[in-house]
């Protein structure tokens, strides 16, 4: 049962994009939560980024998983 390296290596490449939007996007958030000029700008740039964060995690942890568990049916 071989993995596909191909789907790994684009997994893993969509997990590690999202890895700054990760601490980004809440980090944002809590600054527009405080009182600062253009408080909507951050907490609307914040959620963007963790919606990202977690669209871009979703993606990786599919592109690994597929990567691990479709394999070729073809030698069983």
Request: proline share 3%; glycine share 14%; hydrophobic share 50%.
């Amino acid at each position: 049962m071989a993995s596909d390296k191909d789907k790994l290596m684009k997994g893993a490449w969509f997990l590690a994009a999202a890895f700054p939007f990760i601490f980004g996007g809440p980090t944002l958030f809590y600054i527009g939560s405080g009182d600062v000029e253009n408080k909507y700008l951050f907490i609307t740039l914040g959620i963007v980024f963790m919606l990202t964060a977690f669209a871009l995690g979703v993606m990786g942890i599919r592109k690994l998983l597929s990567g691990f568990f479709d394999g070729d049916n073809n030698n069983e």
